[in-house]
């Protein structure tokens, strides 16, 4: 399957050839992360008995099945869901990013902002828990939740109005915090985050996780957090203000909210949900991308080395340092010798301070990477964000190889300014190295490649 709209004009600049190997790596890479061909092969109607793996309900039992969700590798399992259980699905919503292409029979899809969100991401969260006043004891809910559902679902506590949820998100996604940081603030500025969501269904609901991983090491309160219980407290969001500044930063509903630190507006925990019966089934894990691009790699006669699948940090500094060990392999071959590809994974992150232009962390590890390959041969570097989103643009992310300051410097920008501005995109658009593949149906970690030596004669499949 092809993921990347504009590949043709990716590979009419540059290196075409370890461009192209690039690319397809990266196409392999996503595929290993689609949540609907794992959801397919464990969810099944046998009559009117539902199988999600080794589970078993009897719908003939008076069980009914409620459909819930949100995020931006949401769409692909509640497709699976509409496909194999449809009829008989009692009711069901379902939010995804705007733009999402692709239609339900029997689940209803609703559209909302990313990564801000609007008032659709306000009428998704109180339309869903109008939903949900209708399970009853034993009936089933089958939860979506996928990253992206902090913006995509939103309902801020009392007080605290859309706007200044708004604020608060584009402040926590600017400042340098990682995604557990930036949730634990979320978490606690929410009446449907935190297993708030689930909290008032009837005791014997059976609650089905189905779930994409984006958070590294997999816990599930940072990746289903409206449908699992939640081990932050106040505390832990007092902390993140306190870390980066953020107290006269934020808004004042927000920081008041979290100053006062109301014992009822706690989020919830794992004792508070003892009464509903729950079942996590992670469907993709959050290194499935690299691990498919090393596969990839192999495929290709490319010796795959996976750094890491826990990056963090400034994307730009991963960018340079990506290139210094790719420089040293091409020098004498160590630690391994090309044609290699190296492979990462993980969550980098991009802090502003002052005004900023547009891009993300991925076209960022690809600009920083540009400006220490200049005039390299052999070595071509790719950040892409897997859903297809780097930041707040349409871009999922950016190729780069020892010619792309040159393009630059000829379309007349310098990519030292962009990067420093935080205004990558426009350079990268101009000549013609933004990866452009509209929404993938998957989340999980972004993928870093640097693909180092000449063309293999074993090619992609």
């Known amino acids: 399957m092809s993921y990347i709209k504009n590949r043709n004009a990716l590979l009419a600049v540059g290196d075409a050839e370890l461009r192209r190997v690039a690319l397809d790596i990266a ?55 509409d496909d194999i259980v449809g009829p008989h699905v009692h009711a069901g919503l379902v939010t995804c990013k705007e733009g999402q292409e692709g239609q339900l029979q029997h689940i209803r899809l609703h559209l909302a902002a990313h990564p801000v ?4 991401s306000l009428q998704a969260a109180t339309q869903t828990q109008v939903l949900l006043e209708q399970v009853r004891a034993g009936d089933i809910v089958l939860c979506c939740f996928t990253g992206g559902s902090s913006s995509l679902f939103v309902k801020p506590v009392p007080g605290v109005s859309l706007d200044d949820k708004a604020q608060a998100n584009r402040l926590l996604l600017t ?60 505390a832990d969001a007092q902390a993140v203000l306190d870390k980066y500044g ?62 890491s699948t826990l990056f963090e940090g400034e994307s730009s500094v991963l960018g340079r340092n990506l290139v210094a060990i790719a420089r040293q392999i091409l020098l004498d071959g160590h630690p391994v010798s090309p044609p290699c590809v190296l492979i990462g994974g993980g969550e980098t992150t991009v802090t502003v301070n002052g005004h900023a232009g547009q ?16 005039g390299t041969q052999g070595i071509v ?5 897997t859903d297809g989103t780097d930041g707040p643009t349409r871009f999922a992310g950016g190729i780069a190889d020892g010619l792309t300051r040159r393009l630059a410097r000829q379309a007349g920008h310098d990519l030292h300014s962009a990067l420093m501005c935080h205004d990558v995109t426009p350079v990268l658009e101009s000549i013609a190295h933004a990866i452009d593949t509209g929404a993938t149906g998957t989340n999980v970690n972004d993928l870093k490649l640097i693909v180092i030596g000449g063309p293999s004669d074993a090619p992609l499949r």
């Open 175 to 234: 400042c340098g915090a990682n995604i557990e940081e930036i949730n634990d603030v979320r978490k606690h500025l929410s009446q449907v985050k935190g297993g708030r969501l689930i909290h008032p269904l009837p005791a014997g609901t059976q609650v089905i996780n189905l779930t994409v991983s984006d958070v590294i090491g997999d816990a599930l309160d940072y990746i289903t957090d409206p449908s699992v219980a939640d081990r932050s407290t106040f």
């Open 359 to 374: 891009g993300g962390p991925n076209q960022e590890f690809a600009v920083s990477a540009a400006l220490e390959l200049c």
């Open 27 to 81: 196409e392999q890479g996503i595929a290993a992360a689609d949540p609907a061909v794992r959801l397919r092969q464990i969810l099944r109607m046998d009559g009117r008995t539902l199988c999600v793996e080794q589970l078993r309900f009897d719908l003939d039992a008076g069980r009914r099945v409620f459909v819930i969700g949100a995020g931006k590798a949401s769409f692909p399992i509640a497709k699976a869901i």
């Open 381 to 385: 570097a790719l950040g892409l964000d």
């Open 117 to 120: 969100p609007n008032e659709a």
């Open 246 to 307: 953020l107290w006269d930063r934020m808004p004042v509903s927000v920081s008041a909210h979290l100053r006062q630190a109301p014992a009822q507006a706690e989020t919830i925990k794992a004792a508070d949900l003892q009464h509903l019966v729950r079942h996590d089934v992670l469907l993709v894990r959050t290194d499935a991308a690299c691990t498919g691009a090393a596969n990839a790699s192999r495929a290709a006669g490319y010796a795959p080395v996976v750094l």
